[in-house]
């Protein structure tokens, strides 16, 4: 008996189901006229190619929220500044749409040219519903960071070791801060560290933007979850995540890229806006738990020594146990919200 095939985490499912849930309080919204304010930077002929790509990278994202906050009834400026905007100009459009009582919520997509980073702290905090402003903000972490722990939260009811790689990045702190939170056990990686103690987690998180940082030398079949928030578009016009294509079938379930955090951070943000502007009462959109093997259930198929404290079953029933978890998740579609 084999292990079960690598399953796709469909974060496009979670959007889709969140926009149908959703759906009903359109009227509501639009009848009080809202807007939200989506603020993102083009890059120049003349800059680096880096930062051509991340500002490619923030394009698609911020057309991503235009398209969510439209279905939801709200008006949407979108606007597009130059990297040479001047810190007077960008302060000045801070301030007016902080000033407008039609503005709800205001993003301001990352990265910005570094002149303007500190002007993003003029943002008023009941504004800032994708938590830029830090612990000024009224959100926790931002929207990917949230979407990421609601995602994980499903495989780690049995007290795993979770690897953030990324953990002082503006995301990765906020997952490490959010699984703290709840009593999660996290294993902050960073810049420096060494990425070979990602083997000895349960669950990986990668949230660098550091095309193909983590390897087949780092992925076990024992990771039950492999959340990949990197999204870096590359001179030849494909999308790069953290997690190198050659490693992306070890883990047992995995997230896309594109097609996995990106669709869950627009959930999120939804989320957040109807929460904030038309049900406060209404609970947060949770994921639906999915099937995995254990660590003694790996090691039982014979892809794993069992980590020490592990308890791994007979051969043929982890084997039998194997089966019995994969079809069960066929059969329910795992990976949507919970309703």
Same mark, same amino acid.
């Given at each position: /008996?084999?292990?079960?095939?690598? @399953?796709?985490?469909?974060?496009?499912?979670?959007?889709?189901?969140?926009?149908?849930?959703?759906?009903?309080?359109?009227?509501?919204?639009?009848?009080?006229?809202?807007?939200?304010?989506?603020?993102?930077? $083009?890059?120049? $002929?003349?800059?680096?190619?880096? %930062?051509?790509?991340?500002?490619?990278?923030?394009?698609?994202? $911020?057309?991503?929220?235009?398209?969510?906050?439209?279905?939801?009834?709200?008006?949407?400026?979108?606007?597009?500044?130059?990297?040479?905007?001047?810190?007077?100009?960008?302060? !000045?459009?801070?301030?007016?749409?902080?000033?407008?009582?039609?503005?709800s919520a205001v993003i301001v997509q990352y990265p910005p040219?570094?002149?303007?980073?500190?002007?993003?702290?003029?943002?008023?905090?009941?504004?800032?519903?994708?938590? =830029?402003?830090?612990?000024?903000?009224?959100?926790?972490?931002?929207?990917?960071?949230?979407?990421?722990?609601?995602?994980?939260?499903?495989?780690?009811?049995?007290?795993?070791?979770?690897?953030?790689?990324?953990? #002082?990045?503006?995301?990765?702190?906020?997952?490490?801060? =959010? =699984?703290?939170?709840?009593?999660?056990?996290?294993?902050?990686?960073? !810049?420096?560290?060494?990425?070979?103690?990602? #083997?000895?987690?349960?669950?990986?998180?990668?949230?660098?933007?550091?095309? *193909?940082?983590?390897?087949?030398?780092?992925?076990?079949? *024992? *990771?039950? =979850?492999?959340?990949?928030?990197?999204?870096?578009?590359q001179e030849d016009g494909s999308i790069a995540g953290d997690?190198?294509?050659?490693?992306?079938?070890?883990?047992?379930?995995?997230?896309?890229?594109?097609?996995?955090? +990106?669709?869950?951070?627009?959930?999120?943000? /939804?989320?957040?806006?109807? @929460?904030?502007?038309?049900?406060?009462?209404?609970?947060? %959109?949770?994921?639906?738990? $999915?099937?995995?093997?254990? #660590?003694?259930?790996?090691?039982?198929?014979?892809?794993?020594?069992?980590?020490?404290? &592990?308890?791994? +079953?007979?051969?043929?029933?982890?084997? &039998?146990?194997?089966?019995?978890?994969?079809?069960?998740?066929?059969?329910?579609?795992?990976?949507?919200?919970?309703?």
């Amino acid at each position: /008996m084999t292990l079960p095939p690598t @399953r796709e985490f469909s974060g496009a499912s979670v959007l889709r189901s969140v926009r149908e849930d959703l759906a009903p309080y359109r009227d509501t919204i639009a009848a009080q006229h809202k807007r939200v304010s989506v603020i993102r930077f $083009a890059a120049d $002929a003349s800059d680096p190619s880096l %930062w051509k790509r991340r500002m490619e990278a923030s394009r698609v994202s $911020a057309e991503q929220k235009v398209k969510a906050f439209t279905h939801l009834g709200y008006e949407v400026d979108h606007t597009v500044l130059p990297r040479s905007t001047s810190a007077a100009d960008f302060a !000045a459009l801070i301030d007016q749409r902080n000033a407008d009582p039609a503005t709800s919520a205001v993003i301001v997509q990352y990265p910005p040219p570094p002149h303007l980073a500190p002007v993003v702290q003029r943002l008023d905090p009941r504004k800032d519903i994708d938590a =830029l402003l830090g612990e000024r903000s009224m959100q926790v972490a931002c929207a990917t960071a949230d979407g990421i722990v609601r995602v994980v939260r499903p495989f780690a009811q049995d007290n795993p070791t979770i690897a953030v790689v990324g953990a #002082r990045g503006f995301v990765g702190s906020g997952v490490v801060r =959010l =699984l703290e939170a709840e009593g999660h056990r996290a294993m902050p990686l960073d !810049a420096g560290d060494d990425l070979g103690q990602v #083997r000895n987690a349960d669950i990986v998180v990668s949230a660098t933007g550091n095309p *193909h940082v983590l390897t087949a030398d780092h992925l076990r079949a *024992h *990771h039950r =979850l492999v959340v990949d928030s990197g999204f870096m578009p590359q001179e030849d016009g494909s999308i790069a995540g953290d997690i190198h294509p050659d490693a992306k079938q070890i883990p047992q379930h995995i997230t896309p890229v594109p097609g996995g955090i +990106g669709p869950v951070e627009m959930a999120v943000l /939804m989320d957040r806006a109807v @929460r904030q502007d038309a049900d406060p009462s209404r609970q947060p %959109w949770t994921c639906q738990p $999915a099937p995995y093997l254990s #660590r003694g259930d790996v090691a039982a198929l014979g892809s794993l020594a069992p980590a020490s404290g &592990a308890v791994a +079953g007979a051969g043929v029933g982890a084997a &039998a146990h194997a089966e019995s978890v994969h079809r069960r998740g066929i059969e329910r579609g795992d990976g949507g919200p919970a309703r």
